[in-house]
């Protein structure tokens, strides 16, 4: 009869940790174990290449929220890219998005840079002005196939 109730405790004890590992799992991939408030708002960028749902969103470097989807807006063939970001972040309504790449040929993220606007952007926003990713295989093949026009010389700097 003790051996029994031994296992029991041990079974639950196994079970319980299971369930623990699992529900960290979770959270930690999906970068949300404190379940703050978030709020959603959208920006519409020309080219969204590279960027995925669940890709980061940075202020200042640092991660306060993430990419919840992308689609293509039909009237004008742009993508709009719907953002999650954390309720207790107050940004101006003339921040800037910008699509940027950890390194050379990393994974890209939204990076957000608030600008100085006395207003706020409200759940359901959207962020105009953006900086679109940019796309390295088109800037190497201008370059190896001559894209640039050869014999023009460029104007020296204004002073």
Known sequence: MKQSKLELYVGLFVLLGIAAIVYLTVKLGSKSLIGGDTYVMEARFT???????????????????RVEGIRVDGT????????????????PTDTMASIKTTGLIGDKYVALAPG???????????????????????LIGKMAFGSVEKGKVSPPPAP
């Open 116 to 138: 100085a606007d006395e207003t706020y952007l409200s759940a359901g926003s959207r962020i105009t002005m953006t900086e679109s990713s940019v796309d390295l295989e088109s």
């Open 47 to 65: 080219n969204a290449g590279g960027l995925n749902a669940g890709s980061s969103v940075l202020v200042a470097g640092v991660p306060v929220g």
């Open 76 to 91: 004008d063939y742009t993508a709009m890219v719907t953002l999650r970001v954390e309720a207790g972040l107050k940004l």
